[in-house]
């Protein structure tokens, strides 16, 4: 059984930055996927980034340029370092993982990040 912990969500300005963390622990060798999505009240669950195991990544077009996404895979961890935040980007964030190509999502439990002056 693999368990995800997220954290870094919070409360920040227009314009400020925010770095969330995922870390996935249980009994697996690698991981092939890591990533984070996000829903916003009355909205569809979107991709912000998304991270595989040959370090290719993939970006929603409306974080492009100001979303980093990384992995540290000694630590089974994935971030976000998230700069130039927007009110826009508030939502509740989740972190995503498939442990191989063909097997399931695993997700984490939600972490909110909430841009308002």
């Known amino acids: 059984q693999v368990q995800l912990v997220e954290s870094g969500g919070g409360l920040v300005q227009p314009g400020g930055s925010l770095r969330l963390s995922c870390a996935a622990s249980?009994?697996?060798?690698?991981?092939?996927?890591m990533g984070w999505y996000r829903q916003a009240p009355g909205k569809q669950r979107e991709l912000v980034a998304a991270v595989n195991s040959d370090d290719s990544t993939n970006y929603g077009d409306s974080v492009k340029g100001r979303f980093t996404i990384s992995r540290d895979n000694a630590k089974n961890t994935v971030y976000l370092q998230m700069n130039s935040l927007k009110p826009e980007d508030t939502a509740v964030y989740y972190c995503?993982?498939?442990?191989?190509?063909?097997?399931?999502?695993?997700w984490g439990q939600g972490t909110q990040v909430t841009v308002s002056s």
């Open positions: 995503h993982v498939k442990i191989t190509y063909y097997s399931g999502n695993l």
């Open positions: 249980g009994r697996f060798f690698s991981i092939f996927a």
